[in-house]
């Protein structure tokens, strides 16, 4: 692209140059002649500089005119030498001026543009006498002829010069293909490279590779439309390169003249071709040859370290693939196609009526396959779609099978013993987790044991009033030991659900809660409700105590309890809030796992990290959530139980704040 805008550019200041000369030679006359129209001729003058100079250094604002503007240009310089010989006289020697128009013409557009031109000289001089017949004189018919001989010869010098460079580019050309065949790193680059350069070198319309013969051909490595613009090819071309598989060379042309001369050229290329495509066959066989062999013994010693069947089998299908081309393994009594990516037709057209070790062409199109043992009952089938195969490829492939079946022979024997012991072992694993399951149904079930104990020995201090109570808490018992006595893996929540005032149950744990810690427990309510949800009592009674129990034992002795409950439309939200030791941000998720104790609390606060856990499991079953929040160590934390509603039928109890002597007294009184 920039070579060519060099060029042109160096045509333009050709063009400036000659038709320069041509003004110089006009003023000289202008100034020799006395007997002349100067005002006239001076203007025509001027008027051709300032043409050639617009035409010189405005031709990129006269963009739209880029095509019109070389021809124009050679107008003008016609019309100029054409206006001066009919203003000065005809023994001024004005006829010298058409010689720079035809030589114009000749650098811009060839010999073709000096003939042309040869004639408007001519032509424009012929109209200059007759318009001054009356001074006509018989010497001044000679320029006539002069110029005739002039442009002829321009003509010839400009055509012989053509035909040089075209011959020195063809050769060029031809020498750059040359060169890029023999640089092709194997036969589709070359293939590919001939066709590119049939087309875009040699200016054939479609050129493509054919492979095989009869009803076998293919067609490679096509370039160009198979009708350029609508043309039909007038010209084509069949040019051999190899014998075995036929290969051969097709061209078309839309242009005879173009085919004739181009045809010579493509065949003496196709003839350089030839030893090429040959050399670079025997390097493709011999470096399929040591890949094969590097394959085979790679595949080899991966066969031999001890693996599954499966495993085995997938990797003699790779290295067969990589060596050959698709391959499957196949069941010759039944056809039925164990594994592979060979189509099942292919893979049981090549076995059958075969026996192995065995190579087998296909009639109808030529292509070669392998067909091998892998075992007792097992054939391995290659097909080479990639290359024809050869009696190397068999003899590997013959090797990997029986490397194959020895190998899956011995992995079967060891499998049998591997599928034992793993039979051993799930049992054993089965085991461990039933009593894993027991071992922690009995861990939950004696921490929950605690709480309604510690309850019973305070009600049991009291009179025999409050047996009401006592009989709920030996109830919880009751639920507590059933849950022991679950098979492990069942399901440790069992619900017997019921409505239940979340608001009324907070108050009667605050209450158990206030009377064995001594503290005090604030019951509040937001709102006016309805506060009821859907559950089973006894386990939200363990929730709410287990949360009690906890904030109990986080916080200082003389610091109050809080207990607040929320009635929202869809669920009830309960809290319960201490000014205790708090909780770490990255402990807040971890606090509900099972045996998880903080960091900070493991020495200092009894426990075993069950509560929480239960807590978690009861809520979960009800359909709700439960989540802590606390601003960090020191602050005390707050524990929230959100629980689905259900509209209730009896308004809410009123607020009240209990403490540890208000309890007592109070189940006293109701007693």
């Known amino acids: 692209m920039q070579q060519d805008r060099t060029d042109r550019q160096d045509v333009d200041r050709a063009l400036l140059r000659i038709r320069l000369a041509g003004v110089a030679l006009g003023a000289t006359l202008l100034l020799l002649t006395a007997r002349s129209d100067q005002v006239a001729a001076g203007a025509v003058?001027?008027?051709?500089?300032?043409?050639?100079?617009?035409?010189?250094?405005?031709?990129?604002?006269?963009?739209?005119?880029?095509?019109?503007?070389?021809?124009?240009?050679?107008?003008?310089?016609?019309?100029?030498?054409?206006?001066?010989?009919?203003?000065?006289?005809?023994?001024?020697?004005?006829?010298?001026?058409?010689?720079?128009?035809?030589?114009?013409?000749?650098?811009?557009?060839?010999?073709?543009?000096?003939?042309?031109?040869?004639?408007?000289?001519?032509?424009?001089?012929?109209?200059?006498?007759?318009?001054?017949?009356?001074?006509?004189?018989?010497?001044?018919?000679?320029?006539?002829?002069?110029?005739l001989a002039i442009g002829l010869l321009v003509a010839e010098l400009v055509w012989a010069a053509t035909r040089g460079e075209t011959a020195r580019r063809r050769i060029r050309t031809f020498t750059l293909a040359q060169r890029d065949l023999i640089a092709a790193r194997d036969e589709a680059e070359l293939f590919d490279r001939l066709a590119d350069h049939s087309v875009r070198s040699f200016g054939a319309a479609a050129a493509w590779i054919e492979v095989g013969s009869g009803t076998g051909v293919s067609v490679r490595h096509r370039r160009g439309p198979a009708s350029p613009g609508g043309r039909t090819p007038t010209t084509a071309v069949s040019l051999p390169l190899a014998d075995s598989p036929e290969t051969r060379l097709r061209a078309t042309f839309t242009d005879t003249a173009t085919g004739e001369s181009a045809g010579h050229v493509l065949r003496d290329l196709a003839i350089d071709a030839v030893p090429l495509l040959r050399g670079l066959r025997e390097r493709s066989r011999l470096g399929h040859a040591n890949a094969t062999l590097d394959r085979t013994l790679e595949g080899v010693r991966a066969l031999e370290r001890d693996r599954v069947t499966n495993a085995v089998l997938a990797e003699v299908l790779s290295i067969a693939t990589?060596?050959?081309?698709?391959?499957?393994?196949?069941?010759?009594?039944?056809?039925?196609?164990?594994?592979?990516?060979?189509?099942?037709?292919?893979?049981?057209?090549?076995?059958?009526?075969?026996?192995?070790?065995?190579?087998?062409?296909?009639?109808?199109?030529?292509?070669?396959?392998?067909?091998?043992?892998?075992?007792?009952?097992?054939?391995?089938?290659?097909?080479?779609?990639?290359?024809?195969?050869?009696?190397?490829?068999?003899?590997?492939?013959?090797?990997?099978?029986?490397?194959?079946a020895a190998a899956a022979e011995r992995i079967a024997e060891r499998d049998r013993f591997v599928q034992r012991a793993d039979v051993l072992e799930r049992q054993i694993a089965t085991l461990g987790e039933q009593l894993r399951a027991k071992d922690d149904a009995v861990a939950s079930a004696v921490h929950e044991l605690r709480t309604p104990l510690t309850s019973v020995h305070a009600y049991a201090q009291l009179t025999s009033r409050n047996l009401q109570a006592v009989q709920q808490q030996v109830k919880q018992l009751d639920r507590l030991i059933a849950d022991l006595l679950r098979t492990p893996g069942a399901s440790r929540v069992g619900l017997e659900l019921a409505d239940v005032d979340l608001l009324h149950e907070a108050k009667q744990a605050g209450r158990r809660v206030a009377l064995v810690s001594g503290r005090r427990v604030n019951v509040n309510a937001t709102g006016t409700g309805p506060f009821t949800v859907r559950a089973d009592r006894s386990r939200i009674e363990q929730v709410i105590e287990n949360l009690l129990s906890n904030a109990v034992k986080f916080s200082p002795n003389d610091e109050e309890l809080d207990v607040e409950v929320d009635g929202a439309?869809?669920?009830?939200?309960?809290?319960?809030?201490?000014?205790?030791?708090?909780?770490?941000?990255?402990?807040?998720?971890?606090?509900?796992?099972?045996?998880?104790?903080?960091?900070?609390?493991?020495?200092?606060?009894?426990?075993?990290?069950?509560?929480?856990?239960?807590?978690?499991?009861?809520?979960?079953?009800?359909?709700?959530?439960?989540?802590?929040?606390?601003?960090?160590?020191g602050k005390g934390s707050t524990f929230f139980v959100a629980l689905p509603v259900v509209q209730p039928d009896a308004v809410p109890e009123p607020v009240e704040s209990i403490d540890g002597r208000g309890a007592v007294e109070k189940a006293a009184r109701q007693a």
């Open 45 to 147: 003058l001027l008027g051709y500089t300032a043409a050639i100079l617009v035409q010189r250094f405005a031709r990129d604002r006269l963009s739209a005119w880029s095509v019109a503007l070389p021809v124009i240009g050679v107008a003008i310089d016609v019309l100029y030498a054409a206006g001066i010989s009919l203003l000065l006289p005809l023994t001024a020697g004005t006829w010298a001026l058409y010689a720079f128009a035809i030589g114009t013409s000749a650098i811009g557009f060839g010999a073709m543009g000096a003939a042309a031109a040869t004639a408007a000289s001519i032509f424009a001089y012929d109209v200059v006498i007759a318009l001054r017949a009356e001074e006509l004189r018989p010497s001044d018919l000679w320029p006539v002829q002069l110029l």
């Open 322 to 404: 990589a060596i050959v081309g698709p391959a499957a393994l196949v069941r010759p009594a039944d056809g039925t196609v164990v594994a592979g990516d060979l189509q099942p037709q292919d893979a049981i057209a090549l076995v059958r009526d075969t026996r192995p070790p065995a190579l087998v062409r296909d009639r109808g199109t030529g292509a070669t396959g392998a067909v091998v043992s892998a075992g007792v009952g097992l054939a391995l089938v290659a097909s080479g779609t990639r290359q024809e195969l050869t009696d190397d490829d068999l003899r590997a492939l013959t090797a990997l099978g029986e490397i194959a």
């Open 569 to 633: 439309e869809h669920e009830v939200v309960l809290a319960v809030t201490d000014r205790g030791s708090g909780i770490p941000s990255d402990e807040l998720q971890r606090i509900f796992d099972r045996y998880y104790r903080g960091a900070n609390q493991r020495d200092s606060v009894a426990g075993e990290g069950i509560g929480l856990a239960v807590a978690r499991e009861i809520v979960t079953a009800h359909g709700g959530r439960i989540w802590a929040a606390s601003e960090g160590l």
